[in-house]
């Protein structure tokens, strides 16, 4: 269980990355709480979390963008506290194409889940598509995962943002292989006339026998 959440986490570090920015320098810092309701064969469990997450886009060279986010996490439950980051660099290809990839780590006790991939970011009249390829690693829990995800942001009006996601895994852990679907919607309102926004997501991951459906309330300021 404890290889299947550390695997979880690092994906949804690198998949809920903020979309990239795409002139510098731009920030933003968050709070949340998060309330996960995990069942492994018809046995129920729940938890809760609170996080604060920032995220800072620069110019970096050559038209090249450098994106780094954070997040630090507590799980009152569990009395733990998880550390994940992500750093993107990523290049404008014509006017509404962004290519690049991106590294990340996310650490959970005395392990950690290290990641690479690649991504892309198409931009259309009111709304935004991502797509990415990532491979993360625990070697200490000898977990791997081949990640393929994509995401759909709508804008209807202009402080606020809709989107959709989902990623599948290819996951091994112990020799042993499984699929993880992962499938989440979300919303950003930005408070009229203010740097403020609220945000709400709900996720849900499926993997052999354990399902992990987990929703996300928030405040940021950019």
């Known amino acids: 269980m404890k290889s ?20 510098g320098p731009v920030g933003s810092v968050g709070l949340s709480y ?9 046995l129920d469990a729940e938890s809760d979390s609170f996080a604060v997450d920032g995220v800072v886009a620069v110019d970096a060279f050559s038209g090249w963008t450098a994106t780094f986010a954070g997040a630090i996490d507590h799980n009152d439950d569990l009395d733990e ?8 660099l990523t290049r404008m ?6 290519l690049g990839g991106f590294v990340g780590a996310a650490d959970i006790g005395d ?10 970011q198409k931009y259309l009249a009111g709304s935004t598509l991502t797509g990415f390829l990532a491979y ?18 709508f804008y209807p ?21 499984a699929d993880l679907w992962t499938y989440g919607a979300g919303a950003e309102y930005q ?32």
């Open 157 to 177: 009006m202009a402080n606020l943002r809709l989107n959709a996601g989902v990623s599948y895994s290819d996951l091994d852990a112990g020799g042993l292989n």
């Open 4 to 23: 299947l959440l550390l695997v979880t986490s690092a994906i949804a570090a690198f998949a809920a990355a903020p979309a990239l920015a795409q002139d």
């Open 191 to 222: 408070i009229s006339d203010t740097p403020f926004s609220v945000v709400a997501v709900s996720a849900h991951s499926d993997v052999e026998d354990v399902t992990i459906d987990t929703w996300t309330v928030g405040l940021r300021y950019s």
């Open 34 to 42: 998060s309330n996960s309701e995990i069942e492994v064969g018809g």
């Open 136 to 153: 993360t690693t625990a070697d200490d829990l000898d977990v791997d995962a081949l990640t393929l995800g994509a995401d759909a942001a």
């Open 81 to 88: 506290t998880s550390v994940a980051g992500t750093a993107h």
């Open 111 to 120: 392990e950690t889940a290290w990641t690479v991939g690649a991504e892309a």
């Open 93 to 98: 290809t014509g006017s509404d194409l962004r």
